[in-house]
């Protein structure tokens, strides 16, 4: 299985480092990539292993997050709510969604029970309908939530609290598919006109199905940024997503800067834009060399 953790820190490069220590500390566990931005003030790891040594490894990550990490002091264009923010499971191979959830159940308890520091449960491992979607449990972020559970029961953490804890917040932990995290640099510093094309997007304002983008500025860079993650890749591919933004960009003269992935992405999703854009008839997989051997010996030894 796979586990993406995300943690407000994108500038200390030590104290990602430690994080990511304390993942790969775990045997089994398998670090497959990193990513970290400024603006963002964030940072996104990737790992997989066995079920339970991925477990392991998710509260040992949220354990040196909040040692190291007081939110108090952080401050990036990302919304946050705990110094570890985000903690997903997902099924690779043969896991199911459902063997996620119970996997993130159990780490939730832990991250409570021995760190002291609440959970809210998203995604498939939501516990109500109103904590499914990642950004209605994040709404009003660390500032507004240390206030809002003590007072609104409807905020309050699924698990612990109902105070935050006081410099590492909360952490939201979830099972869900394979999402696609990509961002859309715009050469521009038109901070409403980037807000104005994530809302076209996305897909909760009518726009592209499975897409939630937001409108960043990246004030190191002198640029815009729709980020956003792409929930079904299937339904909304990565090429689609991007014609959408360029082409949103140029009604309003404007030229996309680059663009770029945040972790890993599954390998189909860029066979299909690699089809799409040279307008390749009647593509399949099996016509990428690498897959077609990986067929080939997979049969070979069944």
Known sequence: MECVPNISEGRNRKRVDAVEQSIASVPGILLLHRTSDVDHNRSVLTFAGPSLSAVEAAVRAVAKAAELIDLNHHHGVHPRLGALDVLPFVPLGELTIDHCVKLARRAGERIWTELGIPVYFYGAAATRPDREKL???RRGQFEGLRTAALTDEGRRPDMGGP??????????????KVLIAYNINLRSDDLQLAKHIAKTVRASSGGLPGVKALGLPLQSRGLVQVSMNITDYELTPVHTVYSAVERLAAAHGLEVEESELIGLMPRQALEMAAAAFLKMRDFKSQQVIENRIEQQERLANE
């Open 163 to 176: 105070a935050l804890h006081p410099t590492a917040g909360a952490v939201i932990v979830g099972a869900r």
């Open 135 to 137: 950004e209605d449990v």
